[in-house]
């Protein structure tokens, strides 16, 4: 991890801008951050009225930082209205998510245009192309944020939606954030009748270096929170880690019967910093209307 710290949400719960009071009502729901989606959950023919819906909505939160909004494809017409109503409206929201991206040119050209019309988000990237999964080390240098879109990824490899169809991705986008500081999010699960698959997932995804989860119902956040935010113990033996180490004069130590050393110590002193940006930034409050 390089640079600075980023405060990365470990779960982001997704609600189509279809209606104001649906939105609102989402708030108060424990997500670290609420995405009001314009792309894929809002019909064509309903883009126009979703724009305003979404502008009220930015417009009525009280924590817009932590309000996410996801626009329809760079290239097309859509986004043109979705960038410009997103510079027109007076509260701009923390995140802009991108949507079916190819290369990094696309991240710094939104960059560009939103900074133009005054708005300075972070941008994630939904991770959902071959080329992107392909491009994926440069997408993550120039994103805030990668989030991998299976769907869509599993229809252009011609695969369903299955661990080891997504597995290759998923490295490769855990290596890049890992590299570059990116935060690395996980698909929404799609099977919602069965919440095994949930926890399994979010367990898994987890051990190889993601750090949030998207959703798409209220109901998974509990399972997501409690298996991706800071937990005191996990919080508490990174800081025995460095300590020791330190007190080794950064040579190796024993800490309860297991050897410690310098990598340790590396990533206890990434997990504490990564820890209390989250704390600084999302702990404490879950709604943000």
């Known amino acids: 991890m390089t640079g600075v710290v980023r405060a990365i949400p470990r779960s982001i719960l997704y609600t189509p801008a279809l209606s104001l009071e649906r939105v609102v009502k989402a708030w108060s729901y424990d997500a670290d951050v609420h995405l009001i989606d314009l792309e894929d959950s809002v019909p064509p023919a309903d883009k126009p009225a979703a724009r305003i819906v979404c502008r009220d909505a930015l417009e009525k939160s009280a924590r817009a930082a932590n309000v996410a909004v996801r626009m329809n494809e ?4 859509a986004a ?3 960038v410009l ?5 007076p509260v701009k929201p923390g995140i802009v998510m991108m949507t079916m991206v190819t290369s990094a040119a696309e991240v710094d050209l939104l960059r560009r245009i939103l900074a133009s019309g005054g708005a300075h988000p972070e941008i994630y990237v939904t991770v959902e192309t071959v080329e992107a999964v392909t491009g994926i080390d440069a997408i993550a240098r120039s994103a805030d944020g ?13 695969v369903e939606i299955t661990w080891e169809a997504m ?21 929404a699960n ?11 997932e979010t367990t898994r995804v987890r051990a190889l270096g ?3 989860k998207a959703t798409v119902h209220p109901g998974e956040l509990d399972v997501i929170n409690r298996l991706l935010r800071p937990r005191p113990d996990e919080l508490g033996l990174a800081r025995r880690v460095a300590e020791a180490v330190t007190a080794a004069n950064g040579g190796i130590a024993v800490l309860d019967g297991n050897m410690v050393g310098p990598p340790f110590a590396r990533l206890a002193r990434s997990t504490v910093a990564r820890e209390d940006a989250w704390t600084s930034r999302f702990g404490g409050e879950g709604a943000i209307a």
């Open 74 to 77: 760079l290239g097309s017409l």
């Open 80 to 82: 043109v209205h979705d």
């Open 85 to 89: 109503m997103l510079t027109d409206s």
């Open 146 to 158: 990668l989030v991998l879109g299976s769907a869509d990824l599993a229809a252009a490899l011609g």
């Open 167 to 187: 597995q290759a991705a998923r490295q490769a986008m855990a290596m890049a954030c890992a590299r570059h500081g990116t935060a690395c999010i996980d698909t």
């Open 190 to 200: 799609f099977r919602l009748a069965e919440p095994a698959v949930l926890t399994e």
């Open 210 to 212: 993601f750090h949030g």
